[in-house]
């Protein structure tokens, strides 16, 4: 992976599961910094990308054509979208 530098930094874990992470370095020889790196790793590595919010298409009327509400007063309009009589 070569030299990519690290950064010292601060995270609040649960106690037990520190204390898991610690035996776990322990039963492995290795450094708790490296048992928590690679779960990062695989955390990160299995996280599905999320795609983009997709705004739907709420469009009335037709395409290029005559605004169906423009004939509305804001009363009327007021209460087609409350559903008011």
Known sequence: MGNMGTVK????IQDELLARAKRHARRTGRPLRAVVEEG????????APQPP???????????GGQDPLEAYSW?????????EP
């Open 53 to 63: 919010y997709r705004l739907p298409d709420e469009s009335v009327g037709e395409s």
């Open 9 to 12: 930094t601060t995270v609040d």
């Open 40 to 47: 990062l790793r695989q955390v990160l590595s299995n996280a």
């Open 75 to 83: 009363q009327d309009l007021r209460g087609v979208i409350y559903g």
